[in-house]
């Protein structure tokens, strides 16, 4: 009876089915497994959209992908998408992103859906379900919900005398176990923070809420300030510091330098690799243990975060959440998305996900709770049960992660006072906090008490306005010189009999050249202009908001670091390398023998391209032992001290130094500019030799009869000849350079602390990262206006030159 | 030559200066190779030894460095797995050094006898090697994706519907993941683990490494029995007379002492895989424990009907699903019910030394041992000898595996680059377009400002060139938005349109076109030759080498471009080499990158050694007027 009836039913649904699956609906997922390969987590997930495809015929899901973007920017692909005309229908939003992407308008307000069936909000722990209400709205559906726990080895605390049923309940005593873990003959460390960009202060947040601090507070008006600049910020930093950077003594008298080890993969590397003995990780309300699966469960015990030194528990709490995009406008594409969305979070995904588990043989990981739920009771064990306690414990402590406007980009400004607090242990971390909460309010929050904003905008009006008149003058002045002084060089006219014909063939001729540099340079250009004075948004309204963006990008402190670093790079490109290629020529026009040979060698570089060097080199400033520069450190300090043995003297160094060159603020910049010298001499050399060649040699030899010496026929015949071509490469270096920003982007991507943050990185940073394009417009055109001088004299020096092909 | 005069050139202060030169620019040359020797170098490296930074590397000459290579790549570096199977102590994977007692005559009897066994070993009980791990891709995901490539024929569409998955290219397919330690798997039912288990069967045999239970068993000693805590001298006691973890060999019955008997229920009870266990005589048992476990008929009867015998009784599950009940159930029977006499072994480490057993018994019977043991206890603690056969054939396949490692990054560089849907393509239109187009729209309106003495010729000059007062930052925002409103984005027209046109490029050839004799053109127009004759027969010519280095700066511009191409053409249909290259060292190891970056030179470098004349030709000089 039964069975008829299913069968019924199912053909029914069939029938129901046919003239939907006629017309599929597509919806693009940012973010779903391609295939079941890799972690049992992105199998569960991979095995959960099978099912809801199974179940809902009419919808097929597609993977959307976009680029993957390295460096302090690694989260913005999807950003990139939307802004490329790409946006996914689904996207995987966590709460640092949730705001800013409102913002955008990039969300979809779900409440509509959500009234079609209200309990699926009923699973949702209640301190998740505070944040996701954004002023009456929800915008996104969490499937699953995240707390940080300690994680940590039992093992390693057996063999280091601690009792593994007791995990550090206090900072003290965290601090302490720490010590009795990190034994440096082995490579064992107590803890670890990742210093991939946003690692170091993802982690640090829960001292930080353990002190009793915050992160970002709400003001009354709804926008966000940074609040981590407190006396309980400061004793999170000094705890930081002490973990990673304070000098101790070892049982066997030695020295050691902090419990915590820095690395930019330390869950792969430390934790997987058995050298670490205490770690932050991730719990979620389906699996209790998130831990690389090569670690026996038995070994791993997972307890609550010690508690600060006022006794506070804290913990950061997550929650993995889809959003549907605005920008989708079709009903059914939008009822669709929900589909996938509700179900991701259903009980039936969390079927699926238990015993997806359970096949892959890792029941023991997951919660007791879910394997109750769904009769795998031979799966609950004492370990998971003790992880359960845990998980209820971290649930309610739990702080959600920052999640107001921008903070999808808090963790990588804050971790720069920690990266400083680490270089250079001495600073004070009161200022160190105080500078980096000033940074992030600027930057990302764009909080600016009213008054002073007021006040800004008076300076702002007048000195915009004088400096434009100032420039527009200058310019107009320069131009009319010019072309006056180049309409007077020549002015001869074609006594043409079909005069408007012969201009007709010449406009044709000329049409495509100014046709296209009018829409792609002069109305660029002048529509840059006036995005300098608007809030520009993708897809949200686009608001006019006078010189709110030049206040912002004049007041904003990288923007002068910009500026800063551009100069300075400048000042070492042309500096160290400027000459290099007229020397070059010099020895390579004079050397009688080998010139083939030497010239196709140093124009090697010119034949790979700009990336290719910038990789090439990022490689040779490895930190590690091994990268080429530290190998020749290495031997430099071998020699030195072979050196020193020889003469008797104490001149010995460690020989075990490495240096992170591209991470080091004393070397990042040198090594960002090293790579582009070397590339440039080469080529460039090329050059001066084709110029050096069209110097007669006549000259030379009546030179030679007068009896000049080589430095004299140097200086008074080789340098004047070639003049106007060094004037030329001079200033078009020097605005190259200071536009520079394709190879840092590539090696140091703007780091460390800044330190090789140039304009050009500021302003592409900003707009294609954080989508401000408003600001990244004024930034751009302040940079003009600095450069404008520069480019008019070039443009002085072209009309004294003619270009003529060297024979 | 000549500001070093040619007299006086034989003296010692002149003969020491050209050598002084020769010293610097030497010096000079050898910072520019350098870098490139070591790339080439790396290149051809992996995981072991790309740290080396060697521009020979170590395994092109060191038997050693290429089996710690062949190693680490078998067993995708898992050293821990390789010290258990040899029976090492490797502190690193770069220290694995090949076997001291290859050469004896009982190695190789030993091995000889071997390989027989582990031809003969069924295929569920045999691991397919050479993974890789990580950023590491090995040789069977490589080999397994141009299996698949042949099989659907290129279209990525077909396998994602037969395997049901959602790959974008083939560069993403890997191989299903084998768990063939794990309890309840087993050779799986769905197209794609059929398929791989088809293809499994064609692999060389050193590729399939035996998943036996040693290992398992070692580690179930070390890290799971509570009662030893990890300390080997305890299990010495009870596992008799051994002195590390690896030395711990499993019996395929259960042993007679006591506790050796306790540590072998409780892992064959609670970790062998189901696939190793005989239990013929367990039937009525088993009988006895469903009816415990469903105690009312009907309910067993859906779930248990395919293991209805003729009679209605229940036979044993024979093979056993992967999940579902009867797998659950199944666990549950092994763990709790079973008795455990009634059980042993069906894998390939005991197997072996059963098999191995009969033989030296045999061979001794009948005097003809050729083996030095003589007491066949021995043979209970040997295992199996993975370390002298991985040896054996690196050594004997030296050459090949040379040229393998050799080609390997390069193989996956250029799989992912010619695969990788359209890049190759891409990037060759894109180039093209750009040296076509750069080619027409600068000369045909610098011809046309030299040669029609328009009176605001220079107007427009000015026209162009300003654009050059500002920083193409200004206007890259609005010119991205432009190409989003236009809907180009993502097309060629946003790859090309907006670089077509360059004041400065205009500027020089405007130059060029005025230096030319004008004698040519007055002889032509009295010929009566047209304007585009005239264009066609005089200027080209002429102007063929500044052409040449025009559309060769257009060809090194489109072909290094990856910033803004990265922004406008987001959809990786789009997306040129350089693209792709910027996200393969994303996700991609050192050595991999170096093979990449190895390859991307390589247009640009054919193409400067062809054309290294025309450049010099070609170089325009600027000189005062």
């Known amino acids: ?807 | 030559m000549p500001i070093i005069p040619r007299v006086g050139r034989k003296t010692a202060r002149m003969r020491l200066l050209f050598a002084l030169m020769h010293l610097v620019l030497a010096l000079g040359a050898l910072t520019m190779l350098y870098p490139f020797l070591l790339m080439l170098g790396t290149s051809i490296t992996s995981s072991t030894d790309t740290n080396e930074f060697r521009v020979i590397p170590r395994y092109l000459s060191d038997n050693n460095a290429l089996f710690a290579k062949y190693v680490d790549d078998k067993y995708a570096g898992d050293l821990e797995r390789i010290n258990l199977l040899y029976r090492t102590d490797f502190k690193r994977l770069s220290d694995v050094t090949l076997p001291t007692n290859l050469n004896t005559l009982d190695s190789r009897n030993i091995l000889h006898f071997w390989q027989f066994h582990h031809a003969d070993t069924p295929i569920d009980q045999l691991e397919a090697g050479f993974r890789g791990y990580g950023v590491h891709v090995g040789n069977l995901t490589l080999t397994w994706r141009s299996y698949l490539r042949e099989r659907f024929q290129n279209d990525i569409k077909a396998l994602n519907r037969s395997h049901h998955e959602e790959h974008q290219s083939f560069e993403t397919v890997s191989p299903p993941i084998e768990r063939l330690t794990a309890r309840n798997w087993s050779l799986g039912t769905s197209q794609k683990e059929r398929d791989f288990l088809e293809w499994k069967r064609t692999l060389p045999k050193n590729w399939l490494i035996e998943a036996g239970l040693d290992v398992l068993f070692a580690h179930y000693l070390k890290e799971e029995a509570p009662h030893y805590g990890g300390d080997i001298r305890k299990v010495a006691k009870v596992w008799g007379g051994i002195r590390s973890f690896a030395e711990i060999t499993i019996p395929s019955h259960p042993p007679t002492n006591p506790q050796a008997r306790a540590d072998w229920e409780s892992f064959v009870r609670r970790f062998v895989p189901f696939r190793y266990l005989i239990l013929p005589t367990a039937l009525p048992e088993y009988r006895a424990f469903l009816k415990v476990r469903y105690p009312s008929y009907p309910k067993l009867d859906r779930a248990y009907d395919s293991l209805k015998n003729a009679n209605g009784e229940y036979d044993l599950p024979n093979p056993l699903p992967s999940n579902g009940r009867i797998t659950q159930d199944w666990g549950e029977f092994i763990s709790k019910a079973v008795p455990i006499a009634k059980v042993s072994l069906k894998e390939p480490d005991s197997n072996f030394r059963r098999v191995f057993t009969s033989e030296v018994y045999n061979a001794i019977r009948c005097h003809y041992n050729t083996y030095s043991i003589t007491d066949l206890s021995t043979i209970a603690k040997m295992n199996a000898p993975y370390y002298l056969a991985d040896a054996r054939y690196v050594l004997d396949n030296a050459l090949h595996l040379r040229r393998n490692y050799i080609t390997h990054n390069y193989n996956l560089v250029i799989d992912y680059l010619l695969l990788h849907g359209r890049a190759l393509w891409v990037t060759i239109l894109f180039c093209l377009a750009m040296i076509l187009t750069t080619l027409t729209v600068n000369p045909l309106c610098a011809y046309a400002l030299s040669r029609y003495r328009l009176p605001y010729a220079y107007n427009v000059l000015l026209f162009l060139l300003a654009t050059m007062a500002f920083p193409a930052e200004v206007a890259m925002i609005p010119n991205f938005l432009l190409l989003k409103e236009l809907g180009f984005l993502n097309t060629y027209w946003a790859l090309i349109l907006p670089g077509a046109a360059s004041g400065f490029s205009i500027f020089l050839l405007k130059g060029f076109f005025d230096s030319l004799p004008r004698d040519l053109y007055e002889a032509g127009m009295i010929d009566g030759a047209s304007e585009a004759r005239m264009f066609l027969t005089i200027t080209l010519p002429l102007a063929r080498p500044i052409f040449a280095v025009i559309a060769l700066e257009a060809f090194t511009a489109s072909y290094g471009a990856f910033m803004f191409a990265l922004i406008i053409c987001q959809d990786p249909k789009m997306w040129t080499i350089m693209v792709w290259l910027y996200q393969l060292q994303i996700n991609h190891a050192q050595y991999i990158n170096m093979a990449a970056l190895t390859i991307a030179s390589l247009p640009t470098l054919l193409v400067f050694i062809f054309a290294q004349n025309v450049i010099l030709r070609g170089i325009l000089l600027p000189t005062e007027k």
């Open chain 1, 1 to 807: 009876m039964r069975r008829t009836l299913k069968t019924f039913l199912f053909l029914a649904l069939l029938v129901l089915a046919l003239p939907t699956h006629a017309q599929t609906v597509t919806v693009r997922v940012w973010g779903i497994p391609r295939s079941a390969e890799g972690g049992p987590f992105e199998r569960a997930n991979r095995q959960i959209i099978d099912a809801f495809e199974k179940k809902f015929p009419a919808i097929h899901l597609e993977a959307a992908t976009g680029l993957q973007v390295n460096g302090p920017a690694n989260e913005s692909g999807v950003l990139m998408a939307i802004a490329g005309g790409l946006a996914p229908d689904v996207m995987y939003v966590n709460f640092r992103q949730m705001e800013s992407y409102i913002k955008q308008g990039f969300l979809l307000p779900l409440d509509d859906l959500i009234a079609q069936d209200p309990r699926v909000l009923e699973p949702i722990h209640p301190n998740i379900r505070k944040v996701l209400n954004v002023r009456g709205h929800v915008y996104a559906f969490p499937y699953q919900q995240w707390v940080q726990a300690l994680y940590y080895r039992k093992d390693f605390f057996r063999e280091a005398g601690l009792d593994p049923e007791h995990p550090p309940r206090t900072w003290d005593e965290f601090y302490t176990y720490a010590q009795k873990l990190t034994k440096p003959e082995k490579g064992q460390w107590g803890f670890g923070f990742d210093s991939s960009p946003q690692g170091t202060s993802w982690y640090w947040v829960n001292f930080l809420w353990q002190a009793g601090g915050e992160v970002v507070r709400e003001l009354p008006d709804g926008r966000w300030a940074s609040a981590f600049n407190t006396p309980e910020g400061v004793t999170a930093l000094k705890f930081y510091r002490k973990l990673v950077a304070e000098e101790w003594t070892l049982p066997n008298g030695q020295k050691q330098r902090g419990v915590a080890v820095r690395a930019t993969d330390v869950l792969n590397d430390y934790v997987g690799k058995n050298h670490q003995a205490m770690w932050f990780e991730y719990q979620s309300n389906a699996i209790a243990n998130r831990a690389s699966i090569n670690i026996s469960p038995a070994l791993i015990g997972i307890a609550p975060m010690p508690k600060g030194p006022t006794g506070i528990s804290a913990n950061e709490l997550n929650a993995s959440m889809w959003g549907i995009c605005a920008l989708q406008k079709d009903p059914k594409v939008q009822q669709a998305a929900w589909e996938f969305v509700k179900y991701m979070g259903s009980d039936e995904a969390d079927a699926i996900r238990t015993r997806a588990y359970i096949d892959a043989g890792l029941g023991m990981y997951l919660s007791p709770l879910s394997l109750k739920k769904h009769g795998y009771l031979e799966y609950v064990t004492g370990a998971n049960k003790e992880w359960l306690k845990a998980t209820e414990e971290l649930f309610k402590n739990g702080k959600p992660e920052p999640f107001g406007e921008n903070c999808q980009l808090i963790y990588t400004e804050l971790d720069q006072p920690l990266v400083e607090i680490g270089l250079y242990p001495d600073h004070d971390p009161t200022e160190v906090l105080n500078r980096a909460a000033k940074t992030i309010d600027a930057k990302l929050l764009g909080y600016v008490e009213p008054e002073v904003q007021k006040r800004r905008r008076q300076i702002a009006l007048g000195a915009v306005t004088g400096g434009f008149a100032l420039i527009l003058g200058l310019g107009v002045l320069m131009i009319r010189r010019l072309s006056m002084a180049i309409t007077d060089t020549e002015g001869s006219r074609m006594a043409g009999t079909n005069r408007f014909r012969y201009h007709l063939i010449a406009w044709v001729f000329m049409l495509p050249a100014v046709g296209s540099i009018a829409l792609w340079a002069y109305f660029p250009l002048a529509r840059g202009l006036l995005m300098a004075f608007q809030d520009y948004r993708i897809a949200a309204k686009t608001r006019w908001i006078g010189l709110d963006n030049f206040i912002e990008v004049a007041t904003q402190e990288t923007f002068w670091k910009g500026i800063l670093h551009s100069l300075e790079y400048v000042g070492l490109t042309l500096g160290l390398g400027f000459c290099l290629p007229i020397l070059l020529a010099l020895l390579l026009a004079e050397i009688p023998r080998g010139k083939m040979l030497y010239r196709s060698l140093y124009y090697l570089p010119a034949v790979t391209s700009g990336l290719v060097i910038a990789f090439l080199w990022k490689q040779f400033y490895a930190p590690t032992e091994q990268g080429l520069f530290n190998q020749m450190l290495h031997g430099l300090i071998e020699a030195w001290n072979t050196l020193g043995q020889w003469l008797h003297l104490p001149l010995h160094l460690k020989s075990d130094m490495k240096i992170d060159w591209l991470g080091d603020p004393t070397f990042a910049m040198l090594a960002v500019v090293l790579p582009v010298i070397w590339a440039g001499a080469g080529p460039g050399s090329i050059l001066y030799l084709a110029a050096l060649k069209s110097i007669s040699e006549d000259v030379y030899e009546a030179a030679d009869i007068d009896g000049a010496s080589i430095w004299h026929k140097i200086r008074y015949i080789t340098v004047p000849s070639l003049r106007p071509l060094i004037m030329i490469n001079f200033v078009g270096a020097f605005i190259g350079s200071f536009k520079a920003m394709e190879n840092i982007f590539v090696m140091t991507g703007g780091g460390p602390l800044y330190r090789t943050h140039t304009i050009g990185l500021e302003i592409w940073y900003n707009a294609f990262m954080y989508l401000k394009f408003g600001y990244a417009t004024a930034a751009a055109w302040i940079m003009g206006a600095m450069l404008v001088g520069f480019t008019l004299y070039q443009l002085r020096l072209l009309r004294n030159i003619r270009f003529t092909a060297n024979n």
